[in-house]
């Protein structure tokens, strides 16, 4: 069991499963999946939508929530016992409360069914999450001590998820991926596991063959880095794997020791946030630095030929990455994303190669890479994988976009 916010508990995360119990009476089909609320027969209480459905809202809310830069709140109810005599009671008390705060366009279902009821509110200014949140919280509170005999509010998990959520990624913090906002990572996992289990069989088999056939190409790439300049052989750098967990990624290093990072933060920063302007519609314009001062001689050969990459078949052969996959970004790259960007480092473990890499590499703008990382995440097949590695010498060796 997973323990989310004040006592909230689910069954949901890496490992951890939503229930599918639906239950097909006459009760939530009324028409339009707006409608919140069907009757029970003969007994009166209302009942909410049921968890399926309201996952499937869940998701889409969100994509609304995307496309129309506004945000988005779910106020969670979950009761601390586990009585069943008293709980159903209780959630019928919380159903009419919640019934009662929300508006014409606001849904309420189970997130788990007789555990966590919850509140969706769409449409809000961004500029007052904060405050939305809080009176929404408050005039549940307000509302449950009207309608209720006696103070009930000590058998109540109370929790609010806000979409887009902030980010607190740094160098050596986890940034939690909130399962309650993206129920789809997690419904369908099992659905895919056995492909999973086959495309890591064939990671960790090329990476492990891969490091022994490249060893004289890795040894001697080593001599010429240790001889070019000073400073390790390796350069190690946190980067942001699947579900925004934080790893650490090698290479070979290809710039002079202490070299400024703040020249690639302010590059990737203004490209990111331009991609969707007029001035990264330009093909010329491309991810990686051109003519950084800081890279060395041989580490500009490297980079061109992109063997600086080869040591992150380590990266591989351990779990962090995949042969094939979303170029692995750097914390503060996550702190520019839209909130339709975090996808890419959410729906795939990150790869040495990719399809933005094959198709484009850094020549294209942001944005086309993030929809052609979607575009493989949302269709991963084993034939996939091996047609991008089939098509990633070609690519490297023609170099366009690298730098």
Same mark, same amino acid.
Request: proline share 5%; charged share 25%; aromatic share 8%.
């Given at each position: 069991?997973?323990?989310?916010?004040?006592?909230?508990?689910?069954?949901?995360?890496?490992?951890?499963?939503?229930?599918?119990?639906?239950?097909? !009476?006459?009760?939530?089909?009324?028409?339009?999946?707006?409608?919140?609320?069907?009757?029970?027969?003969?007994?009166?209480?209302?009942?909410?939508?049921?968890?399926?459905?309201?996952?499937?809202?869940?998701?889409?809310?969100?994509?609304?929530?995307?496309?129309?830069?506004?945000?988005?709140?779910?106020?969670?109810?979950?009761?601390?016992?586990?009585?069943?005599?008293?709980?159903?009671?209780?959630?019928?008390?919380?159903?009419?409360?919640?019934?009662?705060?929300?508006?014409?366009?606001?849904?309420?279902?189970?997130?788990?069914?007789?555990?966590?009821?919850?509140?969706?509110?769409?449409?809000?200014?961004?500029?007052?999450?904060?405050?939305?949140?809080?009176?929404?919280?408050?005039?549940?509170?307000?509302?449950?001590?009207?309608?209720?005999?006696?103070?009930?509010?000590?058998?109540?998990?109370?929790?609010?998820?806000?979409?887009?959520?902030?980010?607190?990624?740094?160098?050596?913090?986890?940034?939690?991926?909130?399962?309650?906002?993206?129920?789809?990572?997690?419904?369908?996992?099992?659905?895919?596991?056995?492909?999973?289990?086959?495309?890591?069989?064939?990671?960790?088999?090329?990476?492990?063959?891969?490091?022994?056939?490249?060893?004289?190409?890795?040894?001697?790439?080593?001599?010429?880095?240790?001889? !070019?300049?000073?400073?390790?052989?390796?350069?190690?750098?946190?980067?942001?794997?699947?579900?925004?967990?934080?790893?650490?990624?090698?290479?070979?290093?290809?710039?002079?020791?202490?070299?400024?990072?703040?020249?690639?933060?302010?590059?990737?920063?203004?490209?990111?946030?331009? !991609?969707?302007?007029?001035?990264?519609?330009?093909?010329?314009?491309?991810?990686?630095?051109?003519?950084?001062?800081?890279?060395?001689?041989?580490?500009?050969?490297?980079?061109?030929?992109?063997?600086?990459?080869?040591?992150?078949?380590?990266?591989?052969?351990?779990?962090?990455?995949?042969?094939?996959?979303?170029?692995?970004?750097?914390?503060?790259?996550?702190?520019?994303?839209?909130?339709?960007?975090?996808?890419?480092?959410?729906?795939?473990?990150?790869?040495?190669?990719?399809?933005?890499?094959?198709?484009?590499?850094?020549?294209?703008?942001?944005?086309?890479?993030?929809?052609?990382?979607?575009?493989?995440?949302?269709?991963?097949?084993?034939?996939?994988?091996?047609?991008?590695?089939?098509?990633?010498?070609?690519?490297?060796?023609?170099?366009?976009?690298?730098?």
């Amino acid at each position: 069991m997973l323990r989310l916010g004040n006592g909230i508990q689910t069954r949901l995360g890496v490992g951890i499963r939503f229930r599918h119990r639906i239950v097909r !009476s006459g009760l939530a089909q009324e028409g339009s999946m707006r409608s919140s609320f069907a009757k029970r027969e003969g007994v009166g209480i209302l009942q909410p939508i049921f968890e399926e459905e309201i996952m499937e809202i869940v998701t889409r809310e969100r994509k609304r929530t995307d496309r129309s830069g506004l945000a988005m709140a779910i106020l969670l109810i979950g009761v601390r016992d586990s009585q069943r005599e008293t709980t159903s009671g209780l959630f019928a008390v919380v159903a009419t409360v919640l019934s009662a705060i929300k508006s014409n366009i606001d849904i309420v279902g189970w997130f788990e069914r007789e555990s966590i009821i919850g509140l969706i509110v769409p449409e809000i200014d961004p500029a007052n999450l904060t405050s939305t949140c809080d009176r929404l919280e408050s005039e549940f509170r307000k509302e449950l001590e009207e309608r209720s005999e006696g103070d009930v509010t000590d058998r109540l998990s109370i929790r609010l998820c806000a979409y887009p959520e902030p980010l607190q990624l740094g160098d050596e913090e986890r940034q939690a991926v909130d399962p309650f906002l993206y129920p789809e990572l997690y419904v369908h996992r099992d659905r895919v596991a056995l492909f999973h289990v086959f495309k890591r069989g064939m990671d960790i088999l090329g990476s492990l063959g891969l490091l022994l056939l490249l060893s004289p190409l890795l040894l001697a790439i080593a001599v010429l880095v240790k001889l !070019s300049s000073r400073g390790p052989v390796l350069f190690h750098q946190m980067r942001i794997g699947q579900m925004l967990q934080p790893f650490m990624m090698c290479k070979f290093r290809t710039m002079y020791a202490n070299a400024d990072h703040g020249i690639h933060h302010n590059y990737v920063s203004w490209f990111i946030t331009s !991609s969707d302007k007029g001035q990264a519609q330009n093909k010329n314009k491309i991810f990686k630095l051109t003519n950084d001062p800081r890279i060395t001689p041989i580490g500009r050969f490297l980079r061109r030929t992109s063997v600086d990459e080869l040591p992150q078949l380590w990266n591989v052969l351990v779990g962090h990455m995949s042969l094939v996959g979303p170029r692995p970004p750097l914390w503060y790259e996550v702190q520019e994303y839209k909130p339709w960007h975090r996808h890419r480092v959410m729906e795939a473990k990150p790869g040495i190669t990719g399809l933005w890499q094959v198709s484009g590499r850094s020549r294209t703008t942001f944005d086309e890479m993030v929809r052609l990382d979607l575009r493989y995440a949302r269709g991963q097949s084993l034939w996939a994988d091996i047609k991008i590695l089939l098509t990633t010498p070609a690519a490297v060796i023609k170099g366009n976009g690298a730098c």
